[in-house]
C-alpha cells in the first residue's frame, strides 16, 4: 500500500517529541513536508528528521499539491481558518483538538469539507490505544453490569502567561484544553449524548482562562463527573462504574509508547489488570486515517462527533454563565 504523504501544519514541542516519532518508522504515513511561520524553524526540524521539504507559510504547504493530507497542529483559534483552507486546496485533514471554537464554527467546518469532497477528522489519539478497545468491549459485554457513572480526572500545571493554554482568545483554558477529552471519553463509553449539563468553573484573575473546571453531565441511564485543571498538580485517570463493577483506566490520554497500559478490573468474583501491550497511540491514529483514504473509507471517527463534543463544551460554558443546568443542544 503506498504511504500518504501528509504536510503539518505547526511544529511545536509536542509535535516532534510524541507526534512524529511513531510515524517516521510507518509503512503507510510519510511526513513529506512540514510548515511554521519561522522559516529557520521548519527547516531545522526538517533536516533533523529528514522531511523533505519545510516551509515558511501555512500558505504554501497547503498549496504544495504532492501532499495527499494535511494535520493542522496550530492553536485552537486557528483551527477553522485552516481547516476551510487545507480542504480548499484539496487536502484531508486531520485537525488537533478542538476542532473549533464552538460547535457552529465546527459544524461549518465539517459541511465545508463535505462541500470540497475531502475528509475530516478530529484528532483524539487516545481512541486509537487498545486499552480503550479493550474498555469499550468490556463495557459492552456488560463486565461490569449497566454503565451508570464516569469519572475522569486530568490536570497539569502551567502558569506561564506565554503558553498558548493560558491565552484566552487563543482558546486556552482547561475545558478547550483537556475538558474536551473528558466529554469524549463520557460520550464514548456511555455511547450517547448527555440531555443536559451543570459547571462549576474558577478562572484565573490575570489570564481569565479556567484553571478549575468541574462538571456533571446527564445522560440519562447515568451520569459523568470530571475535574479539569491547568494549575493543580498532574493527574488523569478515568473510572467506569458498573452495576456489577468498574474499570479504572489509570492512565487514560497521555500514555507513553514505551509502557504497558493498565486496567484494573473490579466486580465481584476480584480485581484483574488485563494484559496490555505498549502502544503509541499517535501512530495508530495517523495510519488508521491514511488506511481509510487508500482503501476509500470514511475515517474512523466522523466529524459528527466532533461537533457533538463541542455542543457539550458549549453547554458548559453556558452553565458557567447562567450558574445552572444547560441543555445541550441537539
Not at 527547516?43 to 499539491?65: H, K, M, N, Q, W
Request: hydrophobic share 45%.
Amino acid at each position: 500500500m503506498k504511504p500518504v504523504r501528509w504536510g503539518v501544519l505547526g511544529i511545536g514541542k509536542h509535535f516532534v517529541q510524541r507526534v512524529l516519532p511513531p510515524l517516521q518508522g510507518s509503512a503507510i504515513v510519510e511526513v513529506a513536508a512540514v510548515a511554521s511561520r519561522d522559516l529557520g524553524r521548519a527547516r531545522e526540524t526538517a533536516g533533523r528528521f529528514g522531511i523533505p521539504t519545510a516551509y515558511g507559510s501555512y500558505e504554501d504547504l497547503v498549496a504544495d499539491r504532492s501532499l495527499e493530507a494535511v494535520f493542522i497542529a496550530l492553536p485552537n483559534h486557528l483551527h477553522a481558518e485552516w481547516i476551510r483552507r487545507a480542504a480548499d486546496a484539496g487536502k484531508q485533514v486531520l485537525c488537533e483538538k478542538p476542532l473549533a471554537m464552538d460547535a457552529g464554527q465546527a459544524q461549518a467546518c465539517l459541511e465545508h469539507c463535505r462541500k470540497k469532497g475531502v475528509r475530516l477528522m478530529e484528532a483524539f489519539m487516545y481512541r486509537f490505544h487498545p486499552q480503550w478497545r479493550r474498555a469499550l468491549e468490556l463495557v459492552r459485554i456488560g463486565e461490569i453490569g449497566a454503565l451508570r457513572a464516569v469519572h475522569t480526572g486530568f490536570g497539569y500545571s502551567n502558569q506561564d502567561p506565554t503558553n498558548i493554554r493560558n491565552v484566552l482568545d487563543y482558546g486556552g483554558g482547561a475545558l478547550m484544553d483537556i475538558g474536551c477529552y473528558a466529554v469524549s471519553a463520557a460520550r464514548l463509553l456511555f455511547q450517547a449524548e448527555p440531555a443536559r449539563v451543570v459547571s462549576l468553573v474558577s478562572r484565573d484573575p490575570v489570564f481569565k482562562t479556567d484553571v478549575l473546571s468541574s462538571a456533571i453531565l446527564d445522560f440519562g441511564q447515568g451520569r459523568a463527573t470530571f475535574s479539569v485543571g491547568t494549575q493543580v498538580f498532574s493527574n488523569q485517570g478515568v473510572e467506569a462504574v458498573g452495576t456489577g463493577g468498574r474499570i479504572h483506566v489509570q492512565v487514560p490520554f497521555n500514555m507513553y509508547p514505551d509502557s504497558p497500559a493498565r486496567l484494573t478490573v473490579t466486580t465481584a468474583v476480584g480485581e484483574r489488570e488485563p494484559a496490555m501491550a505498549a502502544a503509541d497511540q499517535y501512530g495508530l491514529e495517523f495510519e488508521a486515517f491514511s488506511r481509510a483514504l487508500r482503501e476509500d473509507r470514511p475515517v474512523p471517527t466522523p466529524p459528527e462527533d466532533a461537533v457533538a463534543n463541542m455542543k457539550v463544551l458549549d453547554a458548559l460554558l453556558a452553565s458557567e454563565r447562567s450558574g445552572g443546568w444547560e441543555k445541550v443542544a441537539v
